[in-house]
């Protein structure tokens, strides 16, 4: 009896002992850590964490001592500080941020209808904050945007509000030529404007500015639509499809990745694994997580939507979108079972963001098929989708005032829709 006793305790021992070995980060993982690093110096990204800057201010300059602020504070930051601490611009100081119906969200039921019709108050809108679309037209045109600040879930991001009034104030500047009569000038502004839009979208290397790009430029597309049709502007030009580069979220998904494996790091035999203010043993809390499983785990994860960004459109569409399965009875989870499920229920869901970038691509071709004809088209069938080799999947808004195109996931923001119709 004895003797089992002790064998008994014998192997619980080895269990334990065993379940304390971690597995070797995967070099692979390790590399694309690597891309998640910051950059030594971007002009851009200064100048838009300064854009803010008050009237007298030069936004490089702030942007500059901003930037100093939150390195001192990231040199000073530890993992479970509850919060950030830097001094940012004053917001008494700051320059005033658009606001009002002409700064409505594009897809609001009258929002276009409200900017087009309101050609008074473009006058004005563009008087009281022309200084704001000056610094917007300045930033746009910097080609070297690289995010300077460590990867971390609580460093503060550039001020990218602005840019998304600024980018309205432009449109408002782009009407307001065609109301004069200056057509050719209204179609160039906004033409220049997606241009360097596309620079940006193509530099951002983080997910929130991959939005804000996505959603600016499907803004700008919508705009010159609407401005083509209500002017009757004759237009032959195209614009060019998305490039594999504009859509690839390598860069942006290692710096998500970072901040995952940054909190597995930290959770490493952390007494308060299970609970907050909990204080279980280091030995115990390794049983059920290792960190280098965890994030081997995730890397795969992210480094599969990065793959999946940078697929041709069509093969993107085939793509299967559900969610692996976990298996609870792998050695794997045996091993690492709070990682594996920590990976499963912490990881967004990024689908929907890849698809938004392909999505833009489906508006521009819809604006290559669609505008510049006499009138607009009844019969849809001849519509080509970039993301199915056969026709026949475009259509009408409810409202008739958008085409649409189908495509391989829900769109709730109607980013395949294209504004035709105030």
Same mark, same amino acid.
């Given at each position: 009896?004895?003797k089992k006793?002790?064998?008994?305790?014998?192997?619980y021992v080895?269990a334990?002992l065993?379940l304390q070995?971690?597995?070797?980060l995967n070099?692979?993982a390790t590399?694309?850590l690597?891309?998640a690093?910051?950059?030594?110096?971007?002009?851009?990204?200064l100048?838009?964490?300064?854009i803010?800057?008050?009237?007298?201010?030069?936004?490089?300059?702030v942007?500059k001592q901003?930037?100093a602020?939150?390195?001192q504070?990231?040199?000073?930051y @530890?993992?479970?500080?509850e919060?950030f601490e830097?001094?940012?611009?004053p917001?008494e100081?700051?320059l005033?941020?658009p606001?009002g119906e002409?700064?409505?969200?594009?897809?609001?039921e009258?929002?276009?209808?409200t900017?087009f019709?309101?050609?008074?108050?473009?006058?004005?809108?563009?008087?009281?904050?022309?200084t704001l679309?000056?610094?917007?037209?300045?930033?746009?045109?910097l080609?070297d945007?690289?995010?300077?600040?460590?990867s971390?879930?609580v460093?503060?991001?550039?001020?990218?509000?602005?840019?998304?009034q600024?980018?309205r104030l432009l449109t408002l500047?782009?009407?307001?030529?065609?109301?004069?009569?200056?057509l050719?000038?209204?179609?160039k502004?906004l033409l220049?404007?997606?241009?360097a839009l596309?620079?940006?979208?193509?530099?951002?290397? @983080?997910?929130?500015?991959e939005?804000?790009f996505?959603?600016?430029?499907?803004n700008?597309?919508?705009v010159?639509?609407?401005?083509?049709?209500e002017?009757n502007i004759p237009?032959?030009?195209e614009?060019?499809?998305?490039?594999s580069?504009?859509?690839d979220l390598t860069?942006a998904?290692?710096?998500?990745?970072?901040?995952?494996?940054?909190?597995?790091?930290?959770?490493?035999r952390?007494?308060?694994?299970?609970?907050?203010?909990g204080?279980?043993?280091?030995?115990?809390?390794r049983i059920f997580?290792?960190?280098?499983?965890s994030?081997?785990?995730? =890397?795969l994860?992210y480094?599969?939507i990065a793959?999946?960004?940078?697929?041709?459109?069509?093969?993107?569409a085939?793509?299967?979108?559900?969610?692996?399965?976990?298996s609870?009875?792998?050695?794997a989870?045996?091993?690492?079972?709070a990682?594996?499920i920590?990976?499963?229920?912490?990881?967004p869901?990024?689908?929907?963001y890849?698809?938004?970038?392909?999505?833009l691509?489906a508006?521009? @071709?819809? =604006?290559?098929?669609?505008?510049?004809?006499?009138q607009l088209?009844?019969?849809?069938d001849?519509?080509q989708?970039p993301?199915?080799?056969t026709?026949?999947?475009?259509y009408?808004s409810d409202?008739g005032?958008?085409?649409?195109? @189908?495509?391989?996931?829900?769109d709730?923001?109607?980013?395949?829709?294209?504004?035709?119709?105030?």
């Amino acid at each position: 009896m004895i003797k089992k006793i002790v064998i008994g305790l014998l192997l619980y021992v080895a269990a334990i002992l065993l379940l304390q070995i971690d597995d070797d980060l995967n070099p692979e993982a390790t590399a694309f850590l690597e891309r998640a690093k910051p950059a030594k110096q971007s002009e851009a990204y200064l100048y838009l964490l300064g854009i803010m800057a008050a009237e007298d201010e030069d936004p490089l300059t702030v942007g500059k001592q901003q930037f100093a602020l939150i390195q001192q504070a990231e040199e000073s930051y @530890t993992f479970w500080d509850e919060n950030f601490e830097y001094e940012g611009y004053p917001k008494e100081k700051a320059l005033r941020l658009p606001e009002g119906e002409l700064f409505c969200h594009s897809r609001d039921e009258h929002c276009w209808q409200t900017i087009f019709d309101n050609s008074n108050g473009h006058k004005e809108a563009l008087q009281t904050y022309a200084t704001l679309l000056d610094r917007y037209e300045a930033f746009r045109l910097l080609d070297d945007y690289h995010t300077l600040t460590k990867s971390s879930m609580v460093a503060p991001l550039p001020p990218v509000q602005y840019l998304v009034q600024a980018n309205r104030l432009l449109t408002l500047q782009a009407i307001t030529d065609a109301d004069k009569g200056d057509l050719e000038q209204a179609v160039k502004r906004l033409l220049d404007n997606i241009s360097a839009l596309r620079m940006q979208l193509k530099n951002a290397d @983080t997910l929130v500015g991959e939005v804000v790009f996505n959603k600016m430029l499907s803004n700008s597309i919508d705009v010159l639509s609407l401005l083509i049709h209500e002017y009757n502007i004759p237009f032959d030009d195209e614009i060019t499809p998305i490039l594999s580069a504009e859509h690839d979220l390598t860069t942006a998904m290692s710096r998500e990745f970072a901040m995952s494996s940054n909190l597995f790091r930290n959770l490493d035999r952390n007494s308060e694994l299970f609970k907050m203010e909990g204080n279980s043993p280091a030995w115990y809390a390794r049983i059920f997580f290792k960190p280098n499983m965890s994030i081997n785990e995730a =890397f795969l994860a992210y480094e599969n939507i990065a793959a999946r960004s940078t697929l041709e459109q069509t093969v993107f569409a085939d793509a299967d979108f559900e969610n692996v399965e976990m298996s609870y009875f792998s050695l794997a989870f045996v091993r690492n079972s709070a990682g594996s499920i920590l990976n499963n229920i912490a990881t967004p869901q990024y689908a929907q963001y890849t698809a938004s970038l392909f999505d833009l691509n489906a508006k521009i @071709t819809l =604006f290559n098929q669609v505008v510049g004809k006499a009138q607009l088209p009844v019969d849809l069938d001849y519509i080509q989708n970039p993301y199915y080799k056969t026709g026949g999947t475009a259509y009408y808004s409810d409202d008739g005032k958008s085409i649409c195109l @189908t495509g391989p996931l829900e769109d709730e923001k109607k980013r395949r829709c294209l504004r035709v119709k105030l």
